[in-house]
């Protein structure tokens, strides 16, 4: 076992170090060796330094360098250094952390995880939280919560008696909300079609003013950080309006919701703190490995009493019991790896990194336009939207950069508009490599450019 971890350790440490250098994207050859893992079902066992070396020789060459620095798709964090150290050690102890008493560990540092997101992010101090694997479970928790609330309200037991006859909730949400969003609306019996659509501005944000007349229970679902522009719902307007007719108000924060803890970026969460509940990713901003994510819910019994295991649920002892704010029993020890990035970086360093990846953000978008190209999105945050030309030509542009290897960044469609998405969020990224991404994206635009 001695040797077997240190070699895993080793190979891990090489994988990382290469990762500067070699291509973003796995090249055509790193594909191919995949092919090595179709193989029939082992009849025999065969030695864990075989299967470790397999693992590696012809798994690593097939991976995206998400870990590395100049990895710009989707919204995906890299993993911080303690982050990463604190999953491989948490991997060893090979926790449950369902319950405090089959991981005292695990559970304690959940504990004090959630102590200082409450701080940092600036929400209520008296919220209940789950750790989950990533936003979309994250909304379908805080959800779960809202449905129990705004149907006890209305003298409806959702847990016990379902949806079948209940009075109707009536779901509000943005017109550019999250597809995730809608799948967990499904999941919920709420639907993903029955919704009502506030129309948004040219930056994907909710019109405030456009919202329905409220009545009855309600659900409206903001957004804190559009996927796209990285533009946020008016949160605050939205709250007061919500709350003056007695509708939950739910953050969809999935990596937006970090703005807060930057002093800079913090305008952009105004009113955050009068929502009932937020769901955010710490596998995004925050930069622990996957997969992780957060729901907050100000009204803790309503969280517990839609997730605990029990339906009429047992009186806690003294200490939180994860598992009555999870969908899951049994689970690893997720809160290991986001006490380490909290305690590695502490409010300054996390503040530092977010700031840091808004302006790369704002760089990226100088320095296209410089260039020529069309910048789609006002830059708040660490999303920028940039055009190439006609839809054909943006798309064979991000071909194009993926396959030159720099740096990655993926194609999106924003209100009609084909673009290639740059998404800033690792804490490995420094500013020499958006300049290199910069000059690389732009020299493989010209060439295709110049072939027309
Ligand atoms: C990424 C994202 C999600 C989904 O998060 P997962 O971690 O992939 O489940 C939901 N909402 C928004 C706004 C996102 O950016």
């Known amino acids: 076992m001695n040797e077997l971890l240190h070699e895993a350790a080793a190979r891990a440490a090489r994988y990382l170090e290469n990762l500067g250098e070699r291509s973003v994207a796995p090249t055509p050859e790193g594909l191919a060796g ?16 075989e299967v470790l070396a397999l693992l590696d020789d012809y798994g690593s060459p097939g991976s995206m360098g998400v870990a590395g620095p100049r990895f710009y798709g989707f919204v995906i964090g890299g993993s911080l250094p303690a982050a990463l150290a604190a999953n491989w050690l948490a991997g060893a102890w090979d926790q449950n952390v369902g319950l405090t008493l089959a991981s005292p560990v695990g559970s304690r540092l959940e504990e004090v995880a959630l ?7 600036g929400l209520p101090p008296e919220s209940g939280a789950g750790f989950v694997t990533g936003a979309t479970v994250a909304n379908f928790t805080a959800l779960a919560a ?7 309200q209305a003298g409806w037991d959702v847990e016990a008696d379902g949806l079948f006859g209940a009075p109707p909730i009536t779901v509000i949400v943005g017109e550019d909300a999250h597809t995730t969003l809608f799948k967990s609306l499904g999941m919920l019996g709420l639907g993903r079609s029955r919704v009502v659509r506030v129309p948004v501005d040219g930056q994907g944000r909710m019109l405030a003013d456009k919202l329905p007349p409220i009545s009855g229970p309600t659900i409206i679902c903001v957004q804190a950080g559009n996927v796209n522009t ?18 939950w108000v739910h953050v969809d ?44 819910s100000r009204d803790r019994e309503a969280l517990r009493a839609a997730m605990s295991v029990s339906a009429s649920y047992l009186p806690e002892g003294a200490r939180r019991e994860p598992s009555n704010f999870t969908p899951e029993l049994s689970r690893r020890a ?13 409010r300054e360093g996390l503040a530092e990194l977010v700031e840091r990846n808004c302006r790369q953000a704002t760089r990226f978008a100088e320095g296209l336009k410089a260039a020529g190209y069309v910048i789609l999105n006002e830059v708040v945050l660490n999303q920028v939207l940039v055009k190439f030309g006609d839809p054909a030509t943006t798309m064979q542009v991000v071909k194009a950069v993926q396959e030159e290897g720099t740096c990655w960044a993926g194609g999106s469609v924003w209100q009609g508009h084909t673009a290639m998405r740059i998404s800033v969020s690792s804490w490995a990224t420094t500013d020499a490599d958006v300049e290199r991404s910069l000059e690389a994206m732009i020299r493989v635009a010209g060439q295709i450019r110049k072939k027309k």
């Open 230 to 247: 990285g533009a946020f719902d008016p949160i605050r307007a939205i709250c007061e309006k919500a709350h003056a007719a007695g509708a």
């Open 34 to 49: 995949l092919d090595r893992f179709s193989e029939p079902l082992p009849a025999h066992p065969s030695d864990p330094q």
């Open 253 to 296: 924060g999935a990596f937006g919701l970090w703005a807060a803890v930057a002093p800079g970026r913090a305008y952009l969460v105004d009113g955050l703190e009068l929502a009932d509940s937020w769901a955010t990713d710490a596998h995004k901003w925050l930069n622990v490995p996957y997969d992780s994510g957060l729901a907050f």
């Open 115 to 121: 102590g200082w997101l409450l701080e940092l992010l």
């Open 146 to 152: 809202a449905r129990h609330a705004v149907l006890k």
């Open 334 to 346: 997720r809160g290991v790896e986001v006490w380490a990035a909290l305690r590695s970086l502490g």
